[in-house]
């Protein structure tokens, strides 16, 4: 995928532009399914699947020598063939309210679907509507389902006590 850009960020798949330092500080100190999660399992997680960030744009910046700095994160984990599931999406809390997720989520969805990918999983606690403008529905079928779930954030991430 190219990256692309739009109103002063840039959203790119490039898995060399990740900045695993602060993506692991997002998830692992300021997400609630991710809590307390050691750096070496986000640096696999991450190595394990397709990242997409989203980054200031340099040309956006009134210092042309200022780094971009990565403002939004997002993974599928997937087959590359039949199913991709999105987790990990996290955008800075300084840079939310400009449509960062839609557009992340958004791209996502494109993108593999380009490379063939028919299904897609999600799971969220709190941002349902957020991802139905999306094109996301509740999952029909759940019943079918089964898990083993050893996460020691499960009963965060369930709203759970």
């Given at each position: 995928?190219?990256?692309?850009?739009?109103?002063?960020?840039?959203?790119?798949?490039?898995?060399k532009?990740?900045?695993?330092?602060?993506?692991?500080?997002?998830?692992?100190?300021?997400?609630?399914?991710?809590?307390?999660?050691?750096?070496?399992?986000?640096?696999?997680?991450?190595?394990?699947?397709?990242?997409?960030?989203?980054?200031?744009?340099?040309?956006?910046?009134?210092?042309?020598?200022?780094?971009?700095?990565?403002?939004?994160?997002?993974?599928?984990?997937?087959?590359?063939?039949?199913?991709?599931?999105?987790?990990?999406?996290?955008?800075?809390?300084?840079?939310?309210?400009?449509?960062?997720?839609?557009?992340?989520?958004?791209?996502?969805?494109?993108?593999?679907?380009?490379?063939?990918?028919?299904?897609?999983?999600?799971?969220?606690?709190?941002?349902?509507?957020v991802?139905?403008?999306?094109?996301?529905?509740?999952?029909?079928?759940?019943?079918?389902?089964?898990?083993?779930d050893?996460?020691?954030?499960?009963?965060?991430?369930?709203?759970?006590?």
């Amino acid at each position: 995928m190219e990256d692309l850009e739009r109103d002063g960020y840039v959203l790119s798949a490039d898995p060399k532009r990740v900045d695993f330092a602060r993506v692991h500080r997002w998830l692992s100190e300021e997400s609630y399914w991710a809590a307390g999660r050691p750096y070496d399992l986000v640096a696999r997680s991450i190595d394990g699947s397709v990242p997409y960030s989203v980054f200031t744009s340099p040309t956006a910046s009134t210092d042309p020598a200022q780094p971009a700095e990565q403002v939004a994160f997002a993974r599928a984990v997937t087959d590359g063939a039949t199913f991709a599931w999105i987790c990990d999406v996290f955008v800075d809390a300084d840079h939310r309210g400009h449509g960062l997720g839609k557009w992340m989520i958004d791209t996502i969805l494109a993108d593999l679907s380009e490379r063939g990918i028919q299904r897609f999983l999600l799971a969220t606690r709190d941002a349902h509507d957020v991802y139905r403008r999306s094109g996301f529905t509740e999952l029909v079928g759940a019943n079918r389902y089964m898990e083993i779930d050893h996460r020691p954030t499960r009963n965060a991430i369930l709203g759970l006590p």
